[in-house]
């Protein structure tokens, strides 16, 4: 399996290998809960993309991947439609293949929806060891990759069927920065955002 998309790809000198198994069960006649079992391994590291490998353990700056990525992540959600939508979603990971630094948590809530009702609200926690999985991008342009730790808060107001508006606000802090004094310095940001849905 060779993943590629993004501003760049994967080569072919290294394999990703991916086995998942997912289940959904109805919880009554408007709630759902999904489990989701992923197990996945990479070869040949030494090949990846510099860029790919961002707060990952390196056996010297700027050098090869000093750790093996064997990855298991455990995805469960559950979701309850209605007039009130609510939505919870845990995602738990763990590198099998080292012995500390490679646990990663995610965590969120979404409570209404700017789709089906007029608001809606969204908070994330997360915290990602280094090792925890094999860094690509991150989830949004504000350093959310591994060796991080941080809470995400997202209000958003439907203005017309299709334009919304949201305040997002951002908490994080580099947790595994090589810089010592990095470690405990967190770093706020706030933004509005106005949505486009088509």
Known sequence: VYP???AFDFSDRE???VASASALAGLGERAT?????SY???SDLEHIDPRLRRQNTRVAPGGALARDYDVVDLVARFTHEGKVELQLVGDYCWNTAVDANNKGLWLAAVVGSTRNSRAALEYTFAKMDPDATLAAFAADD???ETGW???RADLGVRLREHYALHAVVQ???FKDAPQVAER???LDRYRLELRVRY
Not at 33 to 37: D, F, I, P, S
Request: glycine share 12%; hydrophobic share 50%; no cysteine.
């Open 4 to 6: 590629a998309g993004g």
């Open 15 to 17: 394999t990703l290998w």
């Open 33 to 37: 809960l999904e489990l989701l079992a």
């Open 40 to 42: 996945l391994t990479v």
């Open 142 to 144: 504000f350093l959310w």
């Open 149 to 151: 730790e941080g809470h």
């Open 171 to 173: 908490r994080q802090r």
């Open 184 to 186: 405990d310095r967190w």
